[in-house]
């Protein structure tokens, strides 16, 4: 049985259709723009190559636990890892019997996999919308919270924390229950506490940060009420592992990426050589569990993080990681202001920025040029609810407009000064 989401009726309690199997499964909308598969826009040698999300060095599949105190939600008491971060909120919006009755508070500007297992939970969605500033319009949230909804769901866009005292207030006043996707914002901090420790409940996405190839956390901060559908076994008390192929093929991915920055020719040969395998298990009709796609399947909510991201996570160096990704924001920030618009966000005390966040005039003319100077972008959420698309919104403006450029932990000083020399050369950026 294959699952997939009405997207069009946001009222309906469960708006799922059932499908028979068939021999070709639909491919998935990836949520991250991948060049790297497309190889026919480079011309020749390049003389950087950058992917969009950190690389494994192989070293760390040997390296002992480094001593250090893990970050929130990795020591977080009361957590359940599953292999996508979607899963945990279908999950968490299943235990909290959304489908009973209440509605949930959502942004307009989000990515559609939080919208879909939302849905499929059964839950009834409104949107709030979030400004230019990557900040929600408060005024309509507290307007909206005079209809008494049950859940207020506040997302950290790309690092960036939202106006948490303002809004743990207002759900406090209210006695509205506060989810937080911090799926883009690990390790980012809001008046020195870790997001994710405001709300009641919170979740994450892990490989989206670090160099794993699967793993999604949902971090409980509250007791959960009696009457969901999982009250009478505890949250992912049944989860099962996905197979040791479609593991093994991402690892492997993540490890060419690492070999790449720093030997193109041989990265990109054995590139070829993975994507030739890969079509040829495809051919196959040989299933593998995708991550960084867009979309809701309801096969795959019970499969937990594997085995090998519990092994990496303890081996990384977290404050080495969130200061790297600052000093790259800096660089970049310093260099282009002036010559491109910026967005009016601050890289406050605490902030673990995941991208850095670029206008351009055109998404996909300005991605495509940037990877044929080796520097893989993401084009995130270019659609969200199709009622809402033709509307005159920022978060419309956000999804035209907003490339995310790389500053992650492999991303050197002197690789993120090219970087902004590229964007200024290449004049892709909105004029400032």
Same mark, same amino acid.
């Given at each position: ?9 946001p ?10 199997? =068939? ?18 826009c480079?011309?020749?040698e ?8 950190? =690389? ?11 001593l ?32 009973k ?32 500033n ?11 919270c ?6 207020l ?31 883009? =914002? ?38 959960l ?17 996905? =197979? ?158 907003l ?30």
């Open positions: 049985m294959e699952v997939r989401l009405d997207q069009r009726d009222a309906a309690p469960l708006a799922v259709s059932f499908q028979e199997p =068939s021999a070709a499964k639909i491919p998935a909308l990836h949520e991250v723009q991948r060049p790297a598969e497309d190889e026919t480079l011309k020749g390049v003389a950087m190559y950058i992917p969009a999300w950190p =690389s494994l060095n192989p070293a760390y599949f040997v390296k002992s636990s480094a250090q105190s893990l970050p929130f939600p990795l020591n977080c008491t009361s957590k359940t890892y599953f292999y996508v971060a979607r899963s945990g909120i279908y999950h968490l919006a299943r235990a909290l019997g959304l489908d009755g209440g509605t949930v508070l959502v942004p307009d500007y989000h990515h559609g996999n939080e919208i879909f297992a939302l849905r499929a939970a059964g839950a009834r969605l409104r949107y709030y919308p979030v400004k230019k990557l900040e929600p319009d408060l005024d309509a949230v507290a307007k909206l005079e209809e008494n909804p049950r859940v769901y506040v997302t950290h866009f790309i690092g960036f924390p939202q106006p948490m005292a303002e809004l743990q207030a207002l759900c406090r006043d209210k006695g509205i229950m506060l989810i937080e996707d911090c799926a883009l =914002s690990f390790m980012s901090e809001y008046d020195r506490k870790p997001l994710g420790t405001f709300g009641d409940y919170s979740i994450f996405c892990l490989y989206k940060s670090l160099p794993v190839p699967n793993g999604g956390v949902l971090a409980v901060n509250s007791p009420p009696p009457g969901g559908e999982d009250e009478k076994a505890p949250l992912g008390a049944n989860l099962n592992f996905a =197979s040791k192929l479609s593991v093994a093929a991402r690892s492997i991915e993540l490890t060419l990426q690492w070999l790449r920055s720093r030997y193109e020719t041989c990265g990109r040969a054995l590139f070829t050589l993975k994507r030739a395998a890969g079509r040829t298990l495809s051919a196959g009709r040989v299933r593998r569990v995708p991550v960084g796609d867009t979309g809701f399947d309801l096969s795959i909510v019970n499969v937990g993080m594997s085995p090998i991201c519990h092994t990496l996570l303890p081996r990384f160096e977290y404050n080495w990681i969130k200061e790297t990704r600052r000093r790259n924001f800096r660089v970049l920030e310093e260099r282009l202001r002036g010559t491109v618009s910026l967005l009016d966000i601050k890289l406050n005390e605490g902030v673990c920025p995941l991208f850095f966040p670029l206008l351009v005039k055109d998404k996909q003319s300005a991605s495509r040029d940037l990877w044929q100077a080796g520097i893989e972008t993401v084009e995130f959420w270019n659609r969200g609810d199709a009622d809402l698309e033709h509307q005159k919104s920022d978060a419309n403006f956000l999804r035209r407009h490339l995310e450029v790389p500053i992650h932990q492999d991303v050197t000083a002197n690789a993120a000064e090219r970087m902004a020399e590229e964007i200024i050369r290449l004049r892709i950026g909105m004029a400032a």
